[in-house]
Structures are given as structure tokens and as C-alpha cells.
């Protein structure tokens, strides 16, 4: 629970919560007097008795302080005996997020604050605070001040300006501890025209007064201002006396047991006294667990419990006399469970390795009253060989680094130790079982005398009660004894100072292609990574004319801009940071070239030469304006230089009819609108032959591979074509089980497996004589496969072609790549297709039309295509001719329809000439 100064909504203009708990009185602030004060009160009374009230949940309060009613606390949970700890919530040790939603930085705490709106806090132990600013204002030329440290009675406070140092001795200090109520403190009472506010808290019909100091500041004296302090008496049963005690179990029953800033639960302190004890324990020269706490952050009610309990290291349960702390301490197995008590199966949950921590970092308060930490690793996380997953347990009201640090064993212990939580339900004899209880569990099929502690009985229905329990293990408690880290002995630079400069800076201009389809050039940034112990990553900077075009952050050691503006001079800095300062700029001055750059390389050039032509074509170069593409052809082996030009061709394709026979490399560059050429030429060895008088049979395209030890992929949902890639099927996990820095090459590099692409067989009917040719695009990644165009009469035995190329005659024929481990490639369709270029025969012959109807001639031999038919009429009579119903395979045949210059159809005599394959 956190009670809130609040400014009360009947106030008019400016003035504060009348209640006086907080007032920023100005120069035209006016107190109305008690009349109004007492108003409100009673207007307060009548609304909390009002309907609309009646309904409002168990145990939640509202501020009768206000008449509008805000309600400043929330409700503890309702379900019979549960005030303590959620299913799941292993013993004494709250979550981490419940502990992050309570805690605040050392920083935080220190910091001065107007008191108007923030929580009147409640104190335990020794404690150090910022003050809670009210009632500022100027009287006989000094700053009168009000600082309000919270619920009473506290301790005389020590005072400390911002800087931790004592205040000034001009500066006059008067300190309310609230032991007693108090009149209203006679120095404001002079300075503020009609004041009479005695800074009470007033809830539930008691009346607490709350602890604050006034100061008289001079001029240039500090205005910002804390105060240590001992926090809240509390009552001990065991030696039945109150004090300011730092035993966090007296905390803890004190809160739950008070009805003014507590929740006013009734507390059987002789039953819980066990958990007093535990915390008193002596290790060492201090006691098992003390501090000091601020309970000054808005939270649940429940938030607070958990975090107070976590401190105590206890289990809340219901007594018949009250509520009962009981110490998560080790203890002995107090029965057994077997099968015949359960009903039902019993549920167990455990957490994800991978959320398991193997680090554990308590922050805690150290003797500078600041934040610092007590870490606990697990067994082999410093040298490497386990994974570091690290938790950061906010728990500020520790005082001690023994007791953080012990705290931190403990949980790291259970997370390894313990992480198994069960649920199940069982007759009347789990009323023998209380919260914190261990037990020995055995269900038949998963446990067997698991030991476990419990932390939660609820009623089921009639006769029937769940439990609720979580892995017991007295490994889990340590009484480790850590004292304060000394000095330290490194040869670590000081993390406050900044990293030297990066080295080896480098900028390429490099052109890509936008998602717009158009083309522009950027920087890729590259540098050697920083050494520096405390390096948290990179800042680059890209300036063109002192004006910053790109920022970029990055914890790698290259970075790439966006696009550029061409022929502008850019300077490139790059900072090494860490989590405290930059580096110095690492810098480079680079001019963009944009168009004027050369273009990429062409990727590829494929081609085959049939009856003495060159066919070539290939994959667009990168650039932002590609002018044409050239190409040149040398004898193989040759250089560009030495090259014979052919053409400069805007397209992708080229077929060329000029070349010699002989072997020839043909080389492909990329040619922008400003002359410059690619760097390097893509290149293809073709042998070109003599045979001009072939010509295209079919060409057929392949889609239906098989495969062996390859995998099918797409680039993309809209990528049309279908890939493979050489794949051994192994686990991502298991191949690369080392980080993944450890693996230089591309993922694919690392399939160990032999490898087979073909093409599935394609039948072109007849036994073709010709120019086969094959294409298909392969990527190697690893090595080169071996490539064969695959040639057979009867589609069984078959003849393989290395080079893709034959002059041969077949009837059947594919296309194959493969490769033994470890060689890996890639390949692609619908780029894979097969033709055939053959050279004709030629058949001749005599025949007779007629007057009427088609003459048929059938030819000799079985052919596939047709080239040509010549038919020449005989006689010195003008006669035209037409060709038709041409039927190719066993036989072929073809009609001849004879026609004289009137159009009508006579019967003649004539030669025919028929060329085919």
C-alpha cells in the first residue's frame, strides 16, 4: 500500500488538499480556515457511507481525506488463506518483474521532489531519501522550506545537500519525527498567514502524525536537499519492544498488521517468530538479512507483499490466530503423498532452458548509498562453456553486498536446482499440510519422492483441496559469506574515459538498385573493431557540406548508407561508444561518383554455336545507366584487348554469323552513357563449325527434374523460377553448434553431401543427326560440379557430352549436373532447355497433277521436320503451284495442287524437291 498526497478537487484555483498533508503555499495562495477543512471532512464521511460506495471490493480504502473519494489503495486478493505468494512463486523469492515494479534507483530515491501528488512513504531501517518539498516561501530574507520524509515516528534525520555533503551551519533546521501529534509548526505558522495544518495522516479513525523537517535557507544555500534516517519503530514479540529495527520480517508484519498505512490484517506474531529469528541469524560479523526500505512507489498492495516477503525470505500463511510468517528455510519432509491420496494427474510446468538464468546480478544499496551489485555465476559461464543468460534483481533495501550476494546464490541455485512447479488435488488430508511445508511426492508415472514445498491450499469443492508446490532442494540455501569487492587490480582502462578512435577506415562507392526498379550508388562503410574492453558498438556519420545526410548505429564493424548525391564531396565519421562516452571520429572524405562510376560486371554469358552461327546471351550488369553491352570474341584464352568486336548490342541476346570456324572465347562488358566499361568481362568458349546448313529442329524447355541430395527453393512468395541447392538435411542446431561467427563461408558451404541434378528425359520422336546443344544456369558455392549433356538411341544406355555440345544423332536426351561431398552448387529453371540443329536431306522426284483433288507424294524416308519443298512445273505454260496436308514421320507425305493463270486447277506434269530431317 502507498498513501498519496493528493491536491483535493474542491479546491479552488491554486490551493492544495486542505487536509494539510501537502500545501505549495504562494504569493496569492490563501488558507479558507478550519470551516472548510471540517466541510470536506464531513462531506468525506457522507459520501463513503453513500451506495455508490457499498459495493466497492474487500479491502480496498478510499481517502476520506478528499471528498471527492479518491481511493488510494488496492485490494489484497480474497480467495480463503491466500495472502501470500501466486502458485508458481517458488518460496520466499518474489519475480523479478514484481521487484522491478517496486524498486527505485538509488538515484531516484536521493532526488528532491515536490511533495504535492507523490507518496507519503513508509520507512523501514536505516534509510536515505530526497525530501518532499512544501510550503516554500520567503519570510525575513531566508527561503522558508518544508520537507516532508514520511509516516512517523522515524529517527532524527541527518541532513545532506545533493552532493552528499552536511548543509551549511547558516542553514537553521527544525525536525518533527512524529512520535506524538504535534501543533502546527510555529515557524510556518509566523511565515504563512493562517496556517494551522499539523501534518497528520487520519484514516480508519486513527490519526498518525507524519515525520518532516522545516529549514531556514540563506541566500546561495543548497535547495536541494536529503535526509538519512531511521525508518519506522516496530514492534518485536520476542523481546516485546518497539525500535527501529532492520530485521525485514518485523517490516514485513508490521505492514501487513497496521490499519492506518497498512493493511491492518490481524498478525500471529508468536508463530512467527521462526522468521524473525531467520533473519537475525548470525553469519559472519551481521545478521542472515537487514537493510533499510522505502516503501515510496506506487504499486498493488500484492506488489508490495511479494517484495516485502522476498526481503524476509518467508512464506505468508493463515493461522486460526491470524496471519503467520513462516521462514523459506531448509526443514525436514513432514509426509509422504503416493498415488491413492491424488485424484486426478498431477500438472508439472517448468521453464525454457533458454529463460533459465546462469547469472544472477542483485543490485542493492552499497555503503555510498548507491546502487551496486552482487553477481553469482554458474558453473562454467566465466570460462565459456555455458551460455550467459543474466537476470538483474532489483532489491535496493538490502544494505549489505554478504546478504545480496547470498541472495543471488539462492536464486541462481533454485533456477538450476529447482525450476519444477506441480499442481494437484487431494482429499481432506492435505488440511494436514500448511504454506511452507515440504512433502515427498510420488504420482506413479513421472515423480517419484519428489521432494517438494508448498506453497499454496485452496479449497477445490466439497471434500477437495489443490495444492499448490514447488521443487524443494536444501542446496538452494547457501550461507555464502561475500564481503565487499576491494580494490581492484586490472589492467582495464577506466570504463569512464573514451575509447580511442577506430582504424583501418574504409568507404567503397557501390551502385544497387532501389525498390523502385531504378538504379543509385551508396557507401559501404568498414572498419576494424575496437579492442576497447568497454566498446558497445559504433556511431557513423555521413556529412555532406557539414550537414548531416546519414546516421547510422551499429554494433558490427561496417555499416551501409543509403543513396547518394553524385559528385558531392561526403566526410564519413565513425565513433567507437560504449555505455557511458564516444570516441573520438575516425574520419575519410569521399567523393560520390554516382554515374560516372563503372558498371558491375555482367554475372554470366552463356551460348552454343548451330550451323555455324553463335548464339549468345547473358545477365544485365549493375549500374545506374547501362548504355549498351559490347561484345568481342578472341582465341581462347585470350584478352578483352585482343578481342574482335562484334556489336554493341542494347538487349541481352546476340546471334552472331560472322565467325570462323575454330574455338573461340566470347567476352561480354557492360558500357555506360559516360564510356566506362565494366572492370572484368564475363566470358564463354564456344568451337564454331562450318555447317551453315543446319537448322533448328526443336528446342524444348526442361521443368522436371530429379534430384539427389539437393532441396527446392524460392527467393521469394512472387519468385517464378524454381531453385536447388546441394542440402544434407542435417538440424540447423546440430550443424552449427558453435556460435555462428565461428562459420566464415555461406550456410550452404557446410552440407556435406553428394549432390545430383538431371533433367528428366526428353524423346524428339526420330533418330535425329545434327547439332545438339544444351543450356542450364548453375551456381557453384563450394567447387564446380561436373555438367554433361546426356545423349541415347533408346533412351537406356546413354552417351555423355562434358562441353553441353555434340555433332552426333540421337533420339533421346537430357541434362545432368553432380557432385561428389564436399563440392556444393545451385541450379535453376525454366533457363534449362535442350535442341537440335540438324542438317537437311534431300529427296527428288516426278508427278502428274490432276484437274480435280490433291496428288500425294510420299517420300522415301521417315523425317521429324520439314525445311523446304520446291515444286517446279514443267512445260513452257505459266503454271503456280501450292503445298499441302504436310505429314511428317513413317511415312511422310505432302499434296501438290497445280493452278494456270486464271486460277483454275490443271492436271500437268512437275518436279518436286524435298528437304527435311
Known amino acids: 500500500m502507498v498513501l498519496h498526497a493528493v491536491a483535493c478537487p474542491h479546491a479552488r484555483g491554486r490551493r492544495a488538499h486542505p487536509a494539510g498533508l501537502v500545501r505549495n503555499v504562494g504569493r496569492r495562495d490563501r488558507y479558507r480556515g478550519l470551516a472548510r477543512r471540517t466541510h470536506l471532512r464531513r462531506r468525506a464521511r457522507r459520501l463513503e457511507r453513500g451506495p455508490r460506495h457499498r459495493r466497492r471490493l474487500d479491502g480496498q480504502r478510499r481517502d476520506p481525506r478528499c471528498g471527492g473519494g479518491a481511493r488510494i489503495v488496492s485490494a489484497l486478493p480474497t480467495l480463503p ?31 528532491t521532489h515536490a511533495a504535492i501528488g507523490a507518496a507519503i512513504a513508509v520507512h523501514y531501517g536505516r534509510v536515505r ?19 516532508l520524509w514520511g509516516v512517523g515516528p522515524l529517527g532524527e534525520p541527518t541532513l545532506y545537500d545533493s552532493s552528499g555533503n552536511p548543509l551549511p551551519a547558516g542553514v537553521e533546521q527544525s525536525h518533527v519525527t512524529g512520535d506524538a501529534l504535534q501543533p502546527p509548526h510555529p515557524w510556518l505558522v509566523d ?14 479513525g486513527q490519526t498518525v502524525p507524519l515525520a518532516y523537517s522545516v529549514l531556514r535557507i540563506p541566500k546561495d544555500a543548497p535547495a536541494r536537499i536529503e535526509a538519512e534516517f531511521d525508518g519506522l519503530a516496530v514492534y518485536d514479540s520476542r523481546t516485546d519492544t518497539t525500535d527501529h529495527f532492520e530485521n525485514p520480517a518485523l517490516w514485513l508484519a508490521d505492514w501487513l498488521s497496521n ?60 493461522g486460526p490466530d491470524g496471519l503467520v510468517l513462516v521462514p523459506d528455510r531448509p526443514r525436514a519432509v513432514s509426509r509422504h503423498i503416493g498415488p491413492e491420496q491424488i485424484i486426478g494427474s498431477v500438472r508439472l510446468q517448468r521453464t525454457a532452458r533458454a529463460n533459465r538464468p546462469t547469472v544472477v546480478r542483485v543490485r542493492y544499496t552499497g555503503a555510498d548509498w548507491n ?64 504454506i511452507g511445508d515440504v512433502v515427498t511426492l510420488t504420482d506413479g508415472e513421472r515423480l517419484d519422492a519428489q521432494p517438494l514445498r508448498i506453497t499454496d491450499v485452496s479449497p477445490e469443492g466439497p471434500g477437495r483441496w489443490r495444492i499448490e508446490a514447488s521443487a524443494y532442494d536444501a542446496a538452494v540455501y547457501s550461507d555464502a559469506i561475500a564481503s565487499a569487492p576491494g580494490a581492484i587490480s586490472t589492467p582495464l582502462p577506466d570504463p569512464r574515459t573514451p ?62 548508407t543509403g543513396a547518394l548525391q553524385e559528385l558531392v564531396e561526403y566526410t564519413v565519421r565513425v565513433f567507437a561508444v560504449s555505455e557511458l562516452v564516444s570516441g573520438e571520429a575516425a574520419e575519410l572524405a569521399v567523393v560520390a561518383q554516382g554515374k560516372f562510376l563503372p558498371p558491375g560486371n555482367v554475372p554470366s554469358v552463356s551460348g552454343f554455336e548451330v550451323g555455324g552461327e553463335v548464339r549468345l546471351q547473358w545477365k544485365p550488369a549493375i549500374d545506374i545507366d547501362i548504355w549498351r553491352y559490347e561484345v568481342r570474341y578472341a582465341p581462347a584464352g585470350g584478352t578483352w584487348a585482343e578481342g574482335s568486336l562484334i556489336d554493341r548490342v542494347d538487349g541481352l541476346r546476340l546471334v552472331a554469323a560472322i565467325i570462323p570456324a575454330g574455338e573461340w572465347d566470347f567476352m561480354v562488358k557492360a558500357v555506360d552513357s559516360v564510356g566506362n566499361y565494366s572492370p572484368a568481362e564475363a566470358r564463354r568458349t564456344i568451337t564454331v563449325t562450318l555447317d551453315a546448313a543446319a537448322f533448328l529442329v526443336d528446342e524444348v524447355e526442361l521443368d522436371a527434374p530429379v534430384t539427389e541430395g539437393m532441396a527446392e527453393y524460392r527467393l521469394g512468395r512472387l519468385d517464378a523460377a524454381r531453385r536447388w541447392v546441394t542440402e544434407d538435411g542435417d538440424a540447423v542446431a546440430t550443424k552449427f553448434a558453435g556460435a555462428l561467427t565461428d562459420y566464415t563461408e555461406v550456410l550452404a558451404a ?7 541434378w538431371r533433367s528428366e528425359s526428353v524423346d524428339f520422336g526420330l533418330t535425329l543427326a545434327g547439332n545438339w546443344s544444351g543450356q542450364h544456369t548453375l551456381t557453384p558455392v563450394t567447387g564446380a560440379p561436373d555438367t554433361a549433356l546426356e545423349l541415347s538411341p533408346d533412351g537406356a544406355a546413354w552417351d555423355d557430352y562434358p562441353s553441353l555440345v555434340a555433332k552426333t544423332s540421337g533420339r533421346f536426351a537430357r541434362l545432368s549436373a553432380q557432385a561428389a561431398s564436399p563440392i556444393v552448387f545451385a541450379a535453376e529453371i525454366p533457363e534449362a532447355s535442350i535442341r537440335i540443329d540438324a542438317t537437311p536431306r534431300t529427296e527428288t522426284g516426278q508427278a502428274t497433277s490432276v484437274a480435280s483433288g490433291p496428288t500425294t507424294i510420299t517420300v522415301e524416308q521417315a523425317y521429324a521436320a520439314v525445311k523446304s519443298i520446291t515444286v517446279t512445273p514443267l512445260g513452257t505454260t505459266p503454271r503456280t503451284y501450292a503445298v499441302d496436308n504436310i505429314v511428317v514421320g513413317d511415312p511422310t507425305t505432302f499434296d501438290v495442287y497445280l493452278f494456270d493463270v486464271s486460277g483454275n486447277q490443271v492436271a500437268t506434269d512437275f518436279r518436286w524437291q524435298f528437304d527435311g530431317v
Do not use: M
Not at 517 to 522: A, K, L, N, Q, Y
Open 191 to 204: 511565515a504563512i498567514d493562517g496556517y494551522d495544518d499539523a501534518l497528520v495522516l487520519e484514516h480508519g
Open 499 to 560: 575509447p580511442p578512435p577506430v582504424t583501418v577506415l574504409a568507404a567503397t562507392e557501390e551502385v544497387y538498385q532501389q525498390q523502385n526498379g531504378t538504379f543509385s550508388s551508396r557507401l559501404r562503410v568498414s572498419w576494424d573493431a575496437s579492442d576497447w574492453p568497454y566498446a558497445t558498438g559504433y556511431r557513423v556519420e555521413v556529412l555532406a557540406e557539414d550537414n548531416l545526410a546519414w546516421l547510422i548505429e551499429t554494433r558490427s564493424a561496417s555499416a551501409v
Open 81 to 111: 488463506g491466500y495472502v501470500a505468494p501466486r502458485p508458481n512463486s517458488a518460496g520466499g523469492r518474489a519475480s523479478r518483474s514484481n521487484l522491478s515494479r517496486t524498486a527505485r534507483s538509488a538515484r531516484e530515491r536521493r532526488l
Open 750 to 756: 557446410y552440407n556435406a553431401v553428394a549432390s545430383l
Open 371 to 434: 546502487d551496486t551489485d552482487a553477481v553469482a555465476y554458474a558453473p562454467g559461464v566465466l570460462a565459456g562453456t555455458r551460455p550467459w543468460r543474466e537476470s538483474v534483481v532489483p532489491l535496493p533495501g538490502y544494505r549489505s553486498h554478504a546478504v545480496a550476494y547470498r541472495e543471488a546464490v539462492e536464486r541462481l541455485n533454485a533456477a538450476i536446482l529447482t525450476d519444477l512447479d506441480a499442481s494437484w488435488i487431494s482429499t481432506d488430508e492435505a488440511l494436514a499440510d500448511e
Open 129 to 147: 531519501c530526497g525530501a518532499g518539498v512544501f510550503s516554500p516561501v520567503v519570510h525575513a530574507g531566508k527561503l522558508l522550506l518544508g520537507c
Open 259 to 318: 490499519p492506518v498505512y497498512g493493511l491492518g490484517r490481524t498478525v500471529d506474531y508468536a508463530r512467527s517468530e521462526a522468521a524473525f529469528d531467520a533473519c537475525d541469524e548470525a553469519l559472519g560479523d551481521e545478521a542472515r538479512r537487514w537493510g533499510g526500505l522505502s516503501i515510496d512507489r506506487r504499486a498493488s498492495a500484492e506488489s508490495w507483499i511479494e517484495t516485502l516477503r522476498t526481503y524476509a525470505g518467508c512464506i505468508i500463511t493463515r
